[in-house]
């Protein structure tokens, strides 16, 4: 359960003042077909669930009209059994048909994400092992997948690229090699933690030997990444800090796998990537 936005949140309102105009454009001529009375309706979760994106809910409606009331009857990130409703609204009918798609597009594309990764955290239960994300995000959602991720039980990774460096392949390449990039990283003071990918133990171990704040192995075969794990652990023994993370497709089938060779983390890009909205109505009640 997460009790609070991050502070990595800023832009939840613009995106909601967005979603609806996407939807909006010039006006919700279907809506004009109902009077103005008050009315009441219910949002119902036909599946189990995450629950996720309630702020964003409660903005969506709160943009339209600030008289609509929004009574949740679950906490973010509880996990909801099928036919559970989630929360009623009372106000204006116009404004709850015209912020229904668009509270519950937010709503089942975050409760999606939570929900994945409740089942990967899941998978991975007393390994000591964590699941974190990628940048791999909708475009647009990143601040609200990250958030979802967090109330799926799972960890972020760097949020953008602000706030971290990750030297790749690419950037191997483009500086002559593992051990100049490093050292280029290092020259620019930036104050972000440093994390290098590694495709050969050779690069892991030019990555350990700097003492990176997070060794990412990529792809590696199973055997390869134990002996990775093994050079990063007596590293840390030794008086290193460097955490290392496996990358490298993990799918619910696997990932257990991955996690019993003790590495520290597992980032998996499908779990913001690969989405599976949560199948969620409104309907009116009275």
Same mark, same amino acid.
């Given at each position: 359960?997460? +009790? ?17 105009? $996407?939807?909006?454009? *010039? ?31 409660? $903005? ?31 106000? +204006? ?45 909708? +475009? ?52 972000? +933690? ?8 050779? $690069? ?40 290392? $993370? ?34 969620? *109505? ?5």
């Amino acid at each position: 359960m997460v +009790p609070s936005l991050p502070a990595y949140v800023t832009t939840l309102e613009q995106s909601v003042r967005f979603a609806l105009a $996407e939807d909006m454009g *010039s006006g919700d001529w279907t809506a004009r077909l109902s009077d103005d009375r008050t009315a009441r309706a219910r949002v119902l979760c036909r599946e189990t669930a995450v629950v996720c994106g309630r702020p964003w809910v409660n $903005e969506v409606f709160r943009q339209l009209d600030p008289a609509i009331v929004v009574d949740w009857q679950v906490t973010e990130g509880a996990r909801v059994d099928a036919d559970t409703v989630l929360f009623t609204l009372a106000g +204006p009918a116009r404004a709850l048909l015209t912020g229904e798609r668009t509270a519950l597009n937010f709503l089942q594309t975050l409760s999606g994400t939570a929900t994945t990764v409740d089942r990967y955290v899941a998978a991975v239960a007393g390994t000591g092992c964590q699941i974190v994300d990628t940048r791999k995000t909708l +475009p647009g959602l990143r601040q609200a997948q990250k958030y979802a991720v967090l109330c799926g039980g799972g960890h972020n990774h760097r949020i953008g690229l602000y706030d971290g460096i990750l030297i790749k392949e690419n950037h191997i390449a483009a500086a002559g090699g593992i051990e100049a990039a490093i050292s280029a990283a290092r020259a620019l003071d930036a104050g972000v +933690p440093l994390m290098t990918e590694a495709e050969t133990l050779d $690069e892991a171990r030019a990555a350990l030997a700097a003492d990176v704040d997070l060794l990412l192995v990529d792809d590696f075969p199973f055997d390869t990444l134990r002996e990775a794990v093994r050079l990063t652990r007596a590293h840390r023994a030794a008086g290193g800090r460097t955490v290392v $993370e496996y990358s490298g497709g993990a799918t619910l089938d696997t990932v257990r796998q991955y996690a019993e060779c003790r590495v520290d983390r597992i980032s998996v890009g499908s779990i913001t990537k690969h989405l599976q909205a949560i199948d969620l *109505s409104m309907r009116f009640i009275d």
